[in-house]
Each structure stands twice: as structure tokens, then as C-alpha cells.
């Protein structure tokens, strides 16, 4: 166990390091960097560019060093939890950044529990009930959830609600709780909130999730040790607990891999139409301005997220089934 | 005979039992697409989503003899102006498609234009007629219309925007640059796809090792972010064309990844067969290996594969562009017009606004159905 925790954990931190370098690359690609964007800024509203200021920010945030420096600067600055300087706010991207990761965070993992609690029973059904009535309605209904695109649902549930009720589902508190300390009132505002933008970023998830438990659970349920189960007297119900479920559960924690970037990624765009306070419209709009630093470390955070849930799904995976725990790096 | 066996007086004929019925034999002797097709046909959902596209593409050909209005004329006396529906009988009376004149008035307590039917005022509509003006396929002039607005009259079949353009036309010239950036992007994809999967495929060892890293880097990220940062780089100063092609190809370098995996590990196994060391063994080159006796074998299964992500790329474009960060207009696509609806509150005065999202889910869906009946008819094992 501790050999496969120690590879994982290799690995995860060999792949933070490329994706940080990509995201380092992202934020270099914009013409200049942001001091001559700045100065060009303060020219065309006429006023004087003070250039030993120029020179002391230069050195200051280390322009002027060679490339690989800056990187190493950056990354160090990550580690610390320093993530730079917002230069459209003139803060330190932290301040920025608030409980916006926060928020993002809770968003994001209560989709997921939400795909989850969904998706199992439904694809638990669909497989055991193969061809009959239910199974055809709900992959119908999980086709649909599947092809509409989460940010268009979530455009036209505002609009629905606008009509018949209204009333904005945007945001994810009541509006006197915004920039409140938090407290037992605010979280509880949260929760009530929560469900609309949980909902629509899960749809697709959810669909996509019990296609595949079904497929999974079907595989298994065609093998021969249920029919030697079945044979020797096995009531369905045990039957079916005792040995596939378990054995499709497996997949349902592994799928976790494809599961959390797409949710991630439903969760940015969702988040910008229904205004949430999470990462979304800020990385929108600090992408708009090219605020590279703030858009990078919002890059960076989400990274960071998908890799580490993917690491908690293995470390999950490897506590489920002793084949991965004792296989080693063979199976590949 | 003595003994009570039946023993026939035919003559015998070897090859009886191999004699093939024609149903059988035509379809043993059928092709590998041949064979998909049929299976293809069965399957009725993915068949009836196949003609809707096909009529679909077929429509971007024509987009600007369909449209009734020119991509980008103004109505300025008709802004934001709702739906206008098309009527057959007035009055109990038949007299063919028709719609009722619109008024004008400013309602000074709302600030908000009205536009109410005059319900004595009966314009037909003309068909296969000669309206606005518009340059076909940018190459010649016409004036040629599908349908035309009435003489002096208006047709928004689905409304008009904050320019009062006409909703309907501008849907019909989105689809061409919408539906077109699905295929280039695949296009793309399919050839990082193929070329990268097959490098590391055929080559196993280091440069495998190194392209599953890369994958696995790629896969791990988020992929809307990405794109919208990559995007959002995209210099200001770019022509309408260039961004289009910055887009598709950001598009399509975080979407080859899916292929390139289905390459390799079909190649994985497939380079260990007979007739690969036959060809190598007869001097054929890696490159003439792989695209000539190797990815035959699976191409089909490959090609319907890549359909299903047709729809990806396409939702990407319209994400992008509804955010901002993809296509600029002049360049319109669904995106584009769907970045008008970003503000709630003018969708909840102007709801037409969220048309182009019927378009959108429709091409979507079909692109699944279809993309998945083509898959299940494409895998030899069912």
C-alpha cells in the first residue's frame, strides 16, 4: 500500500509541475507583459510614466529576470500560497480571490456527491430491469440530460423562473450575506441556494454516469459466477449486493478521473451565467482584461483540484480492490 | 441394403455443405462499409438523426437564398421586435401564408416599443422572389429569396435583435459557421489524433511512454478553462478569419487525446501481427505500414468515434462565443448571437433572444443519436 500511495503521489506532483509550466507558458502568451500594458495604459489617459517606478516593479515582480527564473519564482510563490498580483485590481491575488475557492470548492464536490446519490440507484435499475419500460424512459431521459449543454440549461431554467416566479435562482446566498463574516444564517443561505446550480451542472454528469454504470453492471451481470450464484440458490437481491454491485463499484470510484474535469469544467461556464460567486466569472473576466497572473492562478487552482480529487478516487480505488493495491504498476 | 441402413443414391457432392444461399453470400461478399450501412439502417433513431443533419449541412449551402432578410440589414424602425406568426385564413377567409402589418408606438410609461398587429392589414408573403441584396458564397451578386418579407411589409419570423436584424436570417447564416467549425476542428483532431496515437503506437518505448504523459496532463485538466484561456490570448488584432482559425485549432488540440488513445492501443496490438512483420520484413516503411495496412483495420470504427465528438467542439464554439471569448462578430455563429442573451434581463423582456438555442440542443442530440447508432455499426464484435 505504501509503495502504490508513494507512486501516486510521484506521479500527481510530476503532473502539477507540467500543467504548472502550461500554465505558465498561458500567461507569458500575450504580447509584452503586463508593465508595458500598464504603461501604454497610463500614456493614453495623458499622464507621466514615471520609469525608475517602472524599474522598481520590474525588479520588484523579477521582469527583468530570464524566463526560467520567473517560473521559478512563480511556482515557489504557488507552494507558499503567494499567487501573485492582480494588476486590473491592483491586489494581491488573494485578496482578490476571497472565498471565491472556497465556494468554488464546496460547488463543485456537492455536484459531484449529487451525480453520485443520483446516478447509482438509477443505474443500479436500468442494468437489473435491462429492456423494460423504466430502462427506455430513463435512458431517454438521460440521452436528453446528456445533450444539453449545461450552461443553456441553466440559461433557460433563469429565464422559466423570471416567468413563473419572478424571481432571480442566480447566486449562491441571499444578497444581504455577500461580504458577511460567515455564520450558521449565512451557511444555511448557501445550502438553499445551492441545489438550482448543483442540479444543472450535474444533469449531464448524472446522464453519462448511469450509461455507463448500466454498461458496467450489464458486463457483470452476464458473467458465470452469477449463474453459479444464481444455481446454488442465491436470492436476487443478496446475489446481486454480494458480488456484481461490488465489482461495479469499483468503476464508479475510478470514473472519478472523467467525471471531475467535465464538472469542473460545467461549473465555470454555470457559474458565469447564473452569477455565482465561485472562480467562474472572475477567471471570465480577468481573461477578458488578459489579468494573466489572476486568470493563471485560477487555472492553476482548478488543476489542482481535478488532480488531487483524481488521487483521492485512487487511493479509494486501491482501499476497494486488493487487486490494485498489490498489482503494482503492472496493469497497464 | 440388406442391413436396414438408408444409405442416398445422390451423387455425392463435396462442396455441398459450403454452398452459400444468395442472401448469404451477398453478405459475406459485402464490404466493410457495405456491412456497416446495413447495420446503420436498423438502427431507426440514428438513421432519422442522420437525414436531419444531412439537411441541416445541406441548408448552410444555401443559407442566403433561404434567409429572408440579408445577414446583417437593419430594420431601424423595428427593434427588438417579437415574432411575427404566419397566418393562413383571415377572417374565416382563405388566403394562403400570410401576416398581419405591424404598427408603431413608444409607450412613454415603460419606455418600451411596441409593436401591435394591425389586424386589417393583410400582407402576404412572396415567395421565390427577388429581396435584399447579398453576394453568394461572397462570389456574385443576387437578389434571389426562398420567402420574402410582403411589399413594404416586415416578416420576423423570429423576431428581431437590438439592431433589428432579423432573427430567423441571422439563425440560418449562424448554422454555416456553427456546423462548419465541428468538422474543420475534427478534421484537425483526427489528424493530431492519428499521426501522434500512431507514433506511439508503432514505436512503444519511450515515445509512447512520453505521448501518455502528455495525455494524461491534457485529460487532467479542466477543458472549458482552458480553452477560454487559450482564447483569450488570441491577439485582438486578428481578422474575423484568423480567429475562426485560432478557434477551431484550440478547439482541436485539447480534443485529439480520446483518438490518439484509440490509435495506440489498437496499434499496440496490431504491430505484433503476421502481416505487419511481412511488410516490414519486404522493406515498407513505418509511415507506409501504419497508413496502409494497419489503420484500414480500424478506420471505420475510428470515423464514427470521431463524430461523437463533433458535438463537443461545436458546444465549445457556442461556450466561447457566448462568453465573449470566441468568435467576433462579423463572424456569426449560434455563439455569437447567443452572447445578446448573456443579460437576463433582456431575455426576460425580449425572450426570442434564446432561440439560437433550439438550433443548438437540436444539432447536438442528433449528432449523439446519429454518432452512436454509427459506432454500434461501425464495431465489428456486434
Known amino acids: 500500500m505504501f509503495n502504490y500511495l508513494s507512486r501516486r503521489v510521484l506521479t500527481m506532483i510530476l503532473t502539477l509541475l507540467a500543467i504548472s509550466v502550461l500554465v505558465f507558458i498561458i500567461i507569458q502568451l500575450p504580447p509584452g507583459d503586463y508593465l508595458t500594458t500598464y504603461i501604454t495604459e497610463l500614456e493614453s489617459q495623458g499622464e507621466l510614466v514615471n520609469t525608475e517606478k517602472i524599474e522598481e516593479l520590474r525588479r520588484q515582480y523579477g521582469l527583468d529576470r530570464p524566463m ?36 468554488s470548492l464546496i460547488l463543485n464536490f456537492s455536484t459531484i456527491i449529487f451525480i453520485y446519490v443520483v446516478s447509482f440507484p438509477i443505474g443500479v435499475y436500468s442494468a437489473t430491469h435491462q429492456y423494460s419500460w423504466g430502462d427506455h424512459g430513463l435512458t431517454l431521459l438521460g440521452f436528453l440530460g446528456l445533450a444539453t449543454p449545461n450552461f443553456l440549461l441553466a440559461l433557460i431554467l433563469l429565464y422559466l423562473a423570471n416567468v413563473f416566479f419572478g424571481t432571480s435562482i442566480g447566486g449562491l446566498m441571499d444578497p444581504i450575506y455577500i461580504d458577511q463574516p460567515w455564520t450558521m444564517d449565512k451557511v444555511l443561505s448557501v445550502f438553499e441556494h445551492l441545489w438550482v446550480p448543483v442540479f444543472v451542472i450535474g444533469t449531464s454528469g448524472t446522464a453519462g454516469m448511469i450509461r455507463r454504470l448500466r454498461a458496467n453492471l450489464l458486463d457483470e451481470l452476464q458473467k458465470q459466477y452469477v449463474t453459479t450464484g444464481r444455481a446454488k440458490g442465491l436470492p436476487p437481491g443478496r446475489l446481486l449486493r454480494k458480488y456484481p454491485l461490488r465489482i461495479a463499484l469499483n468503476f464508479f470510484v475510478a470514473d472519478i478521473g472523467n467525471l471531475l474535469p467535465a464538472v469542473i469544467s460545467g461549473a465555470e461556464i454555470v457559474a458565469v451565467v447564473m452569477s455565482l460567486p465561485t472562480t467562474g466569472p472572475i477567471l471570465l473576466s480577468a481573461l477578458q482584461s488578459q489579468d494573466m497572473y489572476l486568470a493563471g492562478s485560477f487555472l492553476m487552482f482548478l488543476a489542482v483540484l481535478t488532480v488531487f480529487g483524481v488521487l483521492v478516487s485512487d487511493i479509494l480505488l486501491a482501499l476497494l480492490d486488493p487487486r490494485i493495491r498489490l498489482g503494482g504498476s503492472a496493469s497497464k | ?181 465541428g468538422l474543420v476542428g475534427i478534421l484537425i483532431s483526427f489528424t493530431f489524433g492519428i499521426v501522434i496515437g500512431g507514433f506511439a503506437g508503432y514505436y512503444g518505448g519511450w515515445v509512447d511512454a512520453s505521448v501518455q504523459r502528455l495525455i494524461e496532463v491534457i485529460r487532467s485538466f479542466p477543458e472549458l478553462p482552458l480553452w477560454m484561456a487559450l482564447s483569450a490570448v488570441l491577439p485582438v488584432n486578428w481578422s474575423p478569419i484568423l480567429i475562426f482559425f485560432g478557434i477551431t485549432v484550440i478547439l482541436a488540440m485539447l480534443d485529439w487525446t480520446g483518438l490518439a488513445r484509440a490509435v495506440r492501443s489498437k496499434l499496440l496490438s496490431l504491430r505484433e501481427e503476421d502481416y505487419c512483420t511481412a511488410a516490414e520484413l519486404m522493406g515498407a516503411k513505418p509511415g507506409r505500414i501504419i497508413g496502409r495496412h494497419l489503420l484500414p483495420g480500424f478506420m471505420s470504427h475510428l470515423i464514427a468515434s470521431a463524430t461523437l465528438s463533433v458535438p463537443t467542439m461545436i458546444l465549445g464554439e457556442t461556450a466561447l462565443s ?31 433572444l434564446l432561440f439560437p438555442v433550439v438550433p443548438v440542443i437540436l444539432v447536438i442530440m442528433t449528432f449523439n443519436f446519429f454518432g452512436d447508432g454509427l459506432r454500434d455499426a461501425a464495431d465489428p464484435y456486434k
Request: charged share 20%; aromatic share 16%.
Open chain 2, 322 to 352: 457566448f462568453l465573449g471569448l470566441g468568435l467576433r462578430p462579423p463572424v456569426t455563429s449560434w455563439g455569437v448571437l447567443l452572447n445578446e442573451a448573456q443579460n437576463i434581463n433582456v431575455v426576460a423582456l425580449y425572450p426570442w
Open chain 1, 68 to 103: 526560467y527564473e520567473q517560473f521559478f519564482i512563480w511556482v515557489t510563490g504557488l507552494v507558499q500560497g503567494d499567487l501573485g498580483y492582480s494588476f486590473e485590481h491592483g491586489l494581491p491575488v488573494t485578496d482578490v480571490v476571497g472565498d471565491r475557492l472556497f465556494l
Open chain 2, 1 to 181: 441394403m440388406t442391413d436396414g441402413h438408408f444409405v442416398s443414391r445422390e451423387p455425392f457432392d463435396p462442396h455441398s455443405i459450403e454452398a452459400l444461399t444468395p442472401a448469404q453470400e451477398k453478405y459475406y461478399l459485402a464490404s466493410q462499409w457495405k456491412l456497416m450501412w446495413w447495420k446503420l439502417k436498423r438502427h431507426r433513431l440514428a438513421v432519422i438523426c442522420g437525414i436531419i443533419l444531412a439537411l441541416n449541412y445541406a441548408s448552410i449551402m444555401f443559407s442566403e437564398v433561404i434567409a429572408p432578410y440579408n445577414l446583417h440589414t437593419r430594420n431601424t424602425d423595428f427593434v427588438y421586435s417579437p415574432p411575427q406568426s404566419v397566418h393562413l385564413f383571415h377572417q374565416g377567409e382563405f388566403i394562403g401564408p400570410f401576416v398581419y402589418g405591424r404598427g408603431y408606438e413608444l409607450d412613454m410609461d415603460l419606455l418600451k416599443r411596441n409593436y401591435p398587429e394591425q389586424m386589417d392589414n393583410v400582407q402576404p408573403l412572396r415567395f421565390f422572389c427577388q429581396g435584399d441584396e447579398y453576394r453568394f458564397w461572397g462570389l456574385f451578386e443576387a437578389r434571389f429569396h426562398l420567402v420574402c418579407p410582403p411589399e413594404n411589409g416586415t416578416f420576423f419570423l423570429l423576431g428581431t435583435d437590438r439592431l433589428g436584424r432579423d432573427m430567423f436570417s441571422r439563425i440560418t447564416y449562424g448554422a454555416r459557421i456553427s456546423l462548419t467549425i
